[in-house]
């Protein structure tokens, strides 16, 4: 069997066809479609009171004005709550269109349908909407105050409150030998990929039969979302997601409430519609994340060890929570990183406030934990005057304690046990890399010339590869051609070329010949979704073990016509032949013919499958018992719980003594995500998801005022990095492979961004002395730390 493909830095095979300019995304389709548009609050917090459309009923070219009154039946019930979980105590959804109530600026509250967008915007200005305004709750000590709710119905605006533990913590950090308490915050942010959500639906009246195209992370469940809520066979429903311009989280929420509009409308109609979000409603109608205040009390010895951590955290989800609490969940589980604590306690208290939704968004929850035990090690360092990465040294999990568990549940409700790494080895390559013993007489060199630099250094582990399962199909036709479907989807990933190398491997075909389906249903109908850096590890190890079907079928039919013992027999570029003798062969497309016996010849290789031109025994059926025509096979793969991969990133940084800009100078990656597939798409990965933690750390952060209004609702004002800001990224690979799957792989996909806060948080601190307790941090943030110092700002005298 060919193995060359798997571990080769093969060039992305998708990306000529994007960056010429032939890629199709949602708005590309449906040109001649009838469009939505919507009405949204402008309040975060009231009643409507009245709806008068009369104005809007003299447009031309207006098809049609929707508002919750107008939704029959399951069409206008809540949305579901998608992960239900016992600790929610009051689990709320939104409408698709607003009843009675809005709770945060964006919601929708009005649909109109026009012959284009441009006449439904004019209809939709046209709607006049009375609005008796409530108090607003807006941030998470307010929320965590309750002087006003969210929803009537929940008390104290909680809810949900979520308790991790192992061991007696407050025992073991009594009987600590030192103890530190503080506090920590991490405000909102959110994903803004390049194209926002969209959705674009074709009713068949003749066939009763809906196709949607929706630019999602999870094309199979909304799927499912839309036969539900409009009443139909599922197989009467195909959803397809074409190229997706970005999704990182925010496209895995469904279904969202254009989902099921959009579909039901098109449906009623009997018209194509479409729908494209603008730029405004994804920053006030889509989700954002990160947001939470962390209360730490930690005891330690005199090592550094941890001894007990209590950690007490306020998670702000917005105005509803269809996704459940997966952030708090993974945020109590995954704040453990790669350290071993001697009892431990996590009580997440998620609650409610008048603003965007909170859903998962790169990262999802790990950022905020990571956060939180890294400044944790650095305040331990700083209290006993150690060195930050000997204090993490000491704390570390060692090669030889795998599996390790650690007592808690993670987000697949199954047990946190780490399946394989080497966290020591990881620590002392990224020192190397990073130069880490040297930067004492770096910084004393820079601080001569009136430079001020700092290191920082940040640890992480994250779970990838989340269950329940995925499948794969795998096909070779007459042509040779191998068609390789999956039912997750596919935002940029490169899922084209890792699942086509892992297919090429397995087949032993030149990867040319491997064509990849992704977010199809008509190709694949039942999958999960792309989130949780879990599309190799799941799909890519399903398509693995399909591939593994079809060349075991493959041999044993070659065998027949070459007279062989499968087992004598390989293949080569495309060829099955005898070991050792490449002229005794056939090539795959003939086995292909061979595997479908016919009636009927339309060329020279059919000719080859016909009753007549066949051998074998008259008293045998063509198709043998429990087999079946073609050269394909299909396979699912359910983990029994999830991999672990790891990871740890150290920065420099310099500050500009007059106006404290902060320049990240150089980036250093070490991770490990077991067998690497193709290091060069992951090494694309991790260099995206620091960009975007860079982002995270210094620049993006959603600003509402107490009205609950986004103030900085657009790209001018929301701020991003450009590659200006970023560094050049230093990567190092480890590769520890996982044991529980048939690859020994782990997921890549988030962990570029996960421990940057963290990162540029220890590095400022380093550089300033002044403890950094939040993030991001803006240039006039840090002036004003600086402004605040009790002494004159000096160079600091100790490297580490």
Known sequence: ???????????????????????????????????????????????????????????????????????????????????????????????????????HVGEPVVMVVARDRYLAEDAAERIRIDY?????????????????????????????????????????????????TFRLDIERSAATPLEGRGVHARWDADDESLRVHSSTQASTSVRAAIAAKLGLPPGKVEVVAPDVGGGFGVKIVHPWPEEILVPWAARLLGRELKWTEDRREHFVAAAHERGQVQHVTVGFDDAGRVLGLD????????????????????????????????????????LYTNTVIVTPYRGAGRPQGVFCMERTMDRIA????????????????????????????????????????????????????????????????????GRRLGIGIGCYVEGTGVGPYEGGHVEIDSTGRVNVSTGLTSQGQGHQTVFAQIAATELGVPIESVHVTTGDTRRFGYAVGTFASRAAVMSGNAIALACRKVRDKALRIAAEALEADPRDLDITDGVVHVKGDPASAVPLR?????????????????????????????????????????????????????????????????????????????????????????????????????????????????????SGQLLNASFMD????????????????????????PLGIKGAGEAGVIPVSAVIASAIEDATRIPIAKMPISPSDLFALLAAQDRPVAAPQNAL
């Open 1 to 103: 069997m060919s193995t060359r493909m798997f571990g080769e830095p093969v060039a992305r095979r998708e990306d000529p066809r994007l960056l010429t300019g032939q890629g199709r995304y949602l708005d590309d389709l449906g040109r001649d479609a009838l469009a939505a548009a919507f009405v949204r609050s402008p309040h975060a917090h009231a009643r409507v009171v009245d709806i008068d459309v009369t104005e809007a009923l003299d447009v031309d070219g207006l098809v049609a004005v929707y508002t919750w009154d107008d939704l029959p039946g399951r069409i206008g019930e809540p949305l579901p709550l998608l992960i239900p979980h016992p600790a929610m105590t009051h689990g709320r959804t939104g409408y698709p269109l607003a009843r009675d109530v809005v709770r």
């Open 132 to 180: 008796e305004p409530l108090p607003a709750v807006v941030g998470i000590e307010n929320a965590a105050r309750a002087g006003h709710l969210v929803h009537d119905d929940v008390p104290g605006n909680v809810g949900a409150v979520l308790l991790q533990e192992t061991g007696d913590a407050a025992a073991a950090i009594e009987d600590a030998p030192h103890v530190l």
């Open 311 to 350: 950690v007490r955290i306020q998670h702000d989800h917005g105005a509803y929570m269809p996704y459940g609490i997966i952030i708090p969940i993974v945020t109590s589980t995954q704040l453990l990183g790669p350290y071993k604590v001697g009892a431990y306690r996590a009580e997440v208290t998620s």
């Open 382 to 449: 700083a209290h006993l005057g150690r060195d930050r990465a000997e204090v993490r040294a000491a704390n570390l999990i060692g090669p030889d304690e795998f599996p390790y568990d650690q007592g808690l549940t993670f987000q697949d409700g199954r047990p946190l046990i780490y399946d394989s790494g080497d966290y020591p080895e990881m620590l002392r390559v990224l020192k190397d890399l990073v130069d880490w013993d040297s930067f004492a007489d770096i910084r004393a060199t820079a601080a001569a010339a």
């Open 590 to 706: 003939t086995v292909a013919v061979l595997s479908n016996p016919l009636r009927y010849a339309f060329d020279e290789e059919a000719a080859r499958a016909t009753q007549f031109a066949t051998g074998g025994s008259p008293d045998e059926p063509p198709v043998a018992p429990g087999d079946e025509p073609g050269l394909e096979g299909r396979d699912y793969y359910s983990p029994v719980r999830s991999t672990f991969a790891a990871g740890m990133h150290a920065a420099i940084i310099e500050i500009d003594p007059d106006t404290a800009e902060i320049a990240v100078l150089r980036y250093v990656v070490v991770h490990d995500c077991g067998r690497l597939i193709n290091p060069m798409v992951v090494e694309g990965q991790i260099h995206g998801g620091v960009a975007q933690g860079i982002g995270g750390a210094l620049y993006e952060r959603m600003e509402y005022d107490e």
């Open 718 to 741: 929301f701020l991003m990095p450009y590659a200006t800001e970023i560094p050049r990224i230093e990567t190092g690979h480890l590769e520890t492979p996982s044991p529980l799957n």
